[in-house]
């Protein structure tokens, strides 16, 4: 029974690259939950997805970012241009309905070191 | 603007006594609070919550208290185990029916807690 899935779980780019994180959620699970920690930070909200929706976007920045839960596949969280900043470990987390803290259950994370 | 606040960054414990790990938050609208342990390398697992209708919650050798009056929270573990050495979040939620509020969690920068053999 596969819990949340993320990769790559190490991905380095250089300035300018495109990364691309790719989040499965468990089993039976259609709602999709970002988040980003930097260094010495806690984790923060960027957004909140259900199948072929963005439900809540509120947290992600404004440019170069974008994320998609298809109808088929992975949820992807997409960084065009990356800067140094963007450096980060990215969290995605699934539940099977709109839920509360205790319900999102976390992926491993994928650490973007931008060079 | 930190809505949740961990002050300490870094907790010692000797094996076999308590640990209590602090949180303090701002946000009146928050009504609904969760630990999460986090090992290295890995994500967030949750490890106890509390509603804000309550100010105890227990759950084997882990105890969170919430003072609402003085917007603080509080991780108890007892007995501390060496396994149990890992980084500590504090988060907060708002209410069930409060749209964005009720699935955005906001954390804490984390304790990271070392239980001494």
């Known amino acids: 029974n596969a819990g949340v899935m993320q990769n790559p779980r190490h991905l380095v780019r250089r300035r300018g690259q495109e990364a691309r994180l790719r989040c499965s959620p468990m089993k039976g699970h259609s709602h999709v939950y970002w988040y980003r920690q930097l260094p010495e930070e806690g984790l923060k909200f960027m957004v909140y997805?259900?199948?072929?929706?963005?439900?809540?976007e509120s947290g992600m920045p404004k440019e170069r970012f974008s994320a998609e839960f298809p109808k088929e596949g992975p949820s992807i969280l997409r960084i065009q241009q990356v800067v140094r900043g963007d450096s980060a470990a990215y969290f995605c987390?699934?539940?099977?309905?709109?839920?509360?803290?205790?319900?999102?259950?976390f992926g491993p994370g994928t650490r973007l070191t931008v060079t | 603007d930190q809505q949740v606040k961990q002050n300490s960054p870094s907790l010692s414990v000797q094996e076999g006594r308590i640990s209590i790990l602090n949180c303090d938050y701002t946000n009146s609208m928050f009504d609904y609070f969760l630990w999460y342990k986090k090992y290295p390398a890995e994500g967030p697992t949750f490890l106890i919550s509390?509603?804000?209708?309550?100010d105890k919650n227990e759950d084997g050798r882990f105890t969170v208290f919430l003072n609402k009056s003085a917007k603080h929270l509080s991780l108890h573990i007892v007995p501390s185990q060496p396994g149990d050495s890992a980084v500590y979040f504090c988060a907060a939620s708002g209410a069930e029916n409060s749209g964005a509020g009720s699935y955005q969690l906001t954390f804490g920068k984390g304790t990271k807690l070392s239980v001494i053999p």
């Open positions: 509390i509603s804000s209708i309550k």
């Open positions: 997805l259900q199948k072929e929706n963005i439900i809540d």
């Open positions: 987390a699934s539940s099977q309905s709109q839920g509360r803290g205790n319900e999102q259950y």
